[in-house]
């Protein structure tokens, strides 16, 4: 448990039978890039039905939502430690924020079409090289 908060830490006093314990920091456990892969894809979907449904509103805060995850699976790259494959996701995180922007103000669907099935078979990818791992 880290003693110094992060963006995401908590504060929780504890009871105990003399009293609270001291402040302690609990940091949640960061979803992993799969889940994140996952939630990314959930947020394009409903976009995709509020966009059905003539709920313009609902479709942009999907679309923020989903940009929202790119940019947070962009920040967390160690460019230090990750390899060659960093530099990579990092251009294809850009280029996902890019169309995710385009889609909303194009309102072009069969864009929308195209980038849940790139960020599908990326997540189809990233659970194959975690199968090849465990193997």
Same mark, same amino acid.
């Given at each position: $448990?880290?003693?110094?908060?992060?963006?995401?830490? #908590? %504060?929780?006093?504890?009871?105990?039978?003399?009293?609270?314990?001291?402040?302690?920091? #609990?940091?949640? #456990?960061?979803?992993? /890039?799969?889940?994140?892969?996952?939630?990314?894809?959930?947020?394009?979907?409903?976009?995709?039905?509020?966009?059905?449904?003539?709920?313009?509103?609902?479709?942009?805060? %999907?679309?923020?939502?989903?940009?929202?995850? /790119?940019?947070?699976?962009?920040?967390?790259?160690?460019?230090?430690?990750?390899?060659?494959? /960093?530099?990579?996701?990092?251009?294809?995180?850009?280029?996902?924020?890019?169309?995710?922007?385009?889609?909303?103000?194009?309102?072009? %669907?069969? %864009?929308?079409?195209?980038?849940?099935? $790139?960020?599908?078979?990326?997540?189809?990818?990233?659970?194959?090289?975690?199968?090849?791992?465990?193997?």
């Amino acid at each position: $448990m880290s003693k110094h908060p992060t963006p995401h830490s #908590v %504060r929780i006093q504890a009871r105990t039978p003399t009293g609270y314990a001291p402040n302690r920091i #609990v940091t949640p #456990v960061a979803p992993t /890039v799969p889940e994140r892969y996952e939630q990314l894809l959930t947020n394009l979907a409903q976009a995709e039905r509020e966009w059905e449904a003539s709920d313009d509103a609902g479709r942009c805060a %999907r679309l923020e939502e989903a940009s929202s995850i /790119v940019f947070e699976l962009l920040y967390g790259l160690d460019f230090k430690q990750g390899g060659e494959l /960093v530099p990579r996701l990092a251009g294809l995180y850009g280029y996902i924020a890019s169309e995710l922007l385009a889609v909303g103000k194009t309102r072009d %669907r069969a %864009r929308l079409i195209q980038l849940r099935d $790139m960020i599908t078979t990326l997540r189809q990818s990233w659970y194959g090289s975690v199968e090849k791992f465990k193997g």
